[in-house]
């Protein structure tokens, strides 16, 4: 189960590779990730480091 009806795509696409749960986990820490940065800015703090 991902994002994209693996089976019926996989007739018309050219190449495709199933993402196993889709892309659901990245879009989070990628939100989470923004989150942090704007509060860090917004209150004049340092971003941490990896972020």
Same mark, same amino acid.
């Given at each position: 189960?991902? =994002?994209? =009806?693996? =089976? &019926?795509?996989?007739?018309?696409?050219l190449a495709?590779?199933?993402?196993p749960k889709?892309? &659901?986990?990245?879009?989070i820490a990628?939100?989470? !990730? !923004?989150?942090?940065?704007?509060?860090?800015?917004? !209150?004049?703090?340092?971003?941490?480091?990896?972020?």
């Amino acid at each position: 189960m991902g =994002d994209v =009806d693996f =089976d &019926g795509a996989k007739e018309r696409a050219l190449a495709i590779t199933p993402v196993p749960k889709g892309v &659901g986990p990245m879009t989070i820490a990628c939100l989470l !990730n !923004n989150t942090v940065k704007a509060f860090c800015l917004q !209150n004049g703090l340092a971003i941490p480091g990896g972020v």
